[in-house]
């Protein structure tokens, strides 16, 4: 027979072993970023392919909802969740400011700060010059409030074939992607889609 003491002692160690469990595998808490400013749910569509800053403040991600930012439209559009603050920012504007006029996706955070976002457009409207009618990958500047083309050809301008999956720097200097066009550097005869990396002034 066990004494009364040793029942407490095994009940206490099997008490501990349980908390403890439950604090290392345990989730804090879960949170839906997809929101508006003021917290309402999205509506008229998916919210997808989420990127993080470091620290886990800002997510950005795509949505096809309307309603995350007044003037929303019906296309999908890369958004900015502060986490600290709640707000939604507009990433995929075009050069007035108002949602583009085509599909944006595969948006990356610049990881140190949040301050730059890469994504893939097919909008026509991101920059004053786009006129390939294929998809291409642009650097926004949130703080400078500007949209920088990052698959541009050798000329500067809109490159002859398609671009997509973008990756960013922690800083935000590079980006790096795949595309299809041809005139991206001075001699790329291969026919095949490349991987190329661009650098743009912090
Ligand atoms: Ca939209
Ligand atoms: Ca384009
Ligand atoms: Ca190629």
Redo the contacts with the bound molecule.
Sequence with gaps: MLSNKKILTILVGVVIFFIAAALISGIESTTRVSTDSSGSQATG?ASTNPSMTSGGKYVVFE????NLISG??????IYRKDTSANTVILISADTSGA?ANGPSSDAVISATDGRYVAFSSSATDLISSDTNSVSDIYRRDITGNATVLISANTAGGAANGGSAKPSISADGRYVAFHSAATDLIASDSNSATDVFKAAQQL
């Design positions: 569509g949505s096809a909802a309307s929303g439209n019906t296309t999908s559009d949602a």
